[in-house]
């Protein structure tokens, strides 16, 4: 009995994984979700790699606050690889939803064990939202990897003390600040956690130095911006 709950426990995760490909990729050029949001960010990038127009900012939030241009710079780029297919981006949001679904396992079984891990599998796998907006390429695309990223930085930042992967996270921090406002969750989170966790501040020290300081070096675009603009 023990070696076939083994073979369970293997089996049901890659069941799981087979129905999220399925489930973002099935049909996928007659399911793709393309508006007026993509249309117009498309339209940007366009703007950005074929008419060679810099932007030193980004999308707007509520409040009449533009987030920085990174978002831009990065799906232009796949946008350009793609020769500007829409539904070639349906199908990289497609495949960042898979990645994360076997993300969501990895990061559970590690903290929680194999049965909450196949729940939390299943749950991110077969859920109608989810997989509704896994595929989309837009703003959040990259939200749940960049949320397990942090997690997963936080856990070896803090049990290992490999300082190294606040790099990592900054990355993700960077894009993710200038893609939506609901990414600064995850900053606001970061911070809350080193301050409880980090006991001794002086080997993490050069490390937390840098990257704040690639955090806001990636921000000075909307400061050029303002400038050229008069404030």
């Known amino acids: 009995m023990k070696k076939y709950k083994n073979y369970l426990w293997l089996l049901l995760p890659v069941a799981i994984l087979g129905a999220a490909i399925w489930l973002r990729f099935d049909n996928l050029t007659n399911l793709l979700y393309f508006m007026i949001d993509e249309e117009r960010y498309s339209f940007l990038m366009k703007r950005l790699y074929l008419d060679h127009k810099l932007m030193l900012v980004g999308v707007a939030i509520p409040g009449g606050i533009y987030l920085g241009p990174a978002y831009f710079y990065f799906s232009g780029l796949l946008q350009l690889m793609f020769g500007f297919n829409p539904t070639m981006m349906g199908a990289v949001a497609s495949g960042a939803g898979v990645v994360s679904t076997l993300g969501v396992y990895l990061l559970t079984k590690k903290w929680l064990g194999k049965l ?25 695309t990259w939200s749940s990897l960049m949320a397990i990223v942090t997690y997963w930085g936080l856990w070896q930042i803090i049990t290992a003390k490999k300082y190294w992967y ?60 303002d400038f050229r603009h008069n404030f």
């Open 116 to 140: 909450a891990a196949t729940v939390a599998m299943a749950f991110y796998a077969l859920s109608y939202l989810i997989v509704i907006y896994n595929r989309i390429y837009w703003t959040l």
């Open 166 to 225: 606040l790099y990592l996270m900054t990355g993700v921090f960077i894009l993710g600040s200038q893609s939506d406002a609901s990414y600064f969750s995850l900053m606001v989170t970061t911070i809350i956690i080193l301050i409880r966790q980090v006991k001794q501040w002086q080997p993490f020290k050069k490390t937390l130095i840098i990257a704040c300081a690639l955090l806001v070096a990636a921000q000075l675009p909307i400061a050029a911006f």
